[in-house]
T-cell receptor
Framework: GENVEQHPSTLSVQEGDSAVIKCTYS??????FPWYKQELGKGPQLIID?????GEKKDQRIAVTLNKTAKHFSLHITETQPEDSAVYFC???????????FGKGTRLSVIA | GAVVSQHPSWVICKSGTSVKIECRSL??????MFWYRQFPKQSLMLMAT?????????EQGVEKDKFLINHASLTLSTLTVTSAHPEDSSFYIC?????????????FGPGTRLTVT
């Protein structure tokens, strides 16, 4: 089955700097890669996703890149703000009605 | 759009009692719903997948007789923790996925914190 690895587990950046979180997956049939932000005591919130037919997607300060050959995808947050502080999870899913497989999460701290 | 609600947001119960958690998709029809469990500072652990009108598919190691899942309609799924024990204390999160243009995205509820005393 699918296995998703996520790095780093914790990340601290100064306000205004960029943050990058990387994930790798094992199943070459995976075709959907979402990223979730989870704040303390709340459920995960979908912030951006990418499908296997594109290599990059951007939404304001957030971007995701996908390298299908290397089977890895990354989340890029630019101009970080204190409210970006949270735990971020990557996930992957292969075709069909299979559930998402999550990475272990990255705790991002943006220092003002 | 794509809002998923959960009720209650938190619950405290005594050992041996049962607790029901509701998950609703408010603005779309959820053909598939997922139930996750999350321990502090850990990732989400999938417990089961349910399709509307069908029996849930449980992940290995999850007791189906203890965690009863019902997905009777396209907007509602329930998780009942039966004969709860303190080790069942956790953060339970549901997630829903629809059809058509929403067949890829999976949206999460706000979670339910269960404490068993």
């Amino acid at each position: 089955g699918e296995n998703v690895e996520q790095h780093p587990s914790t990340l601290s950046v100064q306000e205004g700097d960029s943050a990058v979180i990387k994930c790798t997956y094992s199943d070459s049939a995976s075709n959907y890669f979402p990223w979730y932000k989870q704040e303390l005591g709340k459920g995960p919130q979908l912030i951006i996703d990418i499908r296997s037919n594109v290599g990059e997607k951007k939404d304001q300060r957030i971007a995701v890149t996908l390298n299908k050959t290397a089977k890895h995808f990354s989340l890029h947050i630019t101009e970080t703000q204190p409210e970006d502080s949270a735990v971020y999870f990557c996930a992957a899913r292969s075709s069909g009605n299979t559930p998402l497989v999550f990475g272990k999460g990255t705790r991002l701290s943006v220092i003002a | 759009g794509a809002v998923v609600s959960q009720h209650p947001s938190w619950v405290i119960c005594k050992s041996g009692t049962s607790v029901k958690i509701e998950c609703r998709s408010l603005d779309f029809q959820a053909t598939t719903m997922f139930w996750y469990r999350q321990f502090p500072k850990q990732s989400l652990m999938l417990m089961a997948t349910s399709n509307e009108g069908s029996k849930a598919t449980y992940e290995q190691g999850v007791e189906k007789d203890k965690f009863l899942i019902n997905h009777a309609s396209l907007t509602l799924s329930t998780l009942t923790v039966t004969s709860a024990h303190p080790e069942d204390s956790s953060f339970y999160i549901c997630s829903a996925r629809g059809e058509g243009t929403q067949r890829y995205e999976q949206y999460f509820g706000p979670g339910t914190r269960l404490t068993v005393t």
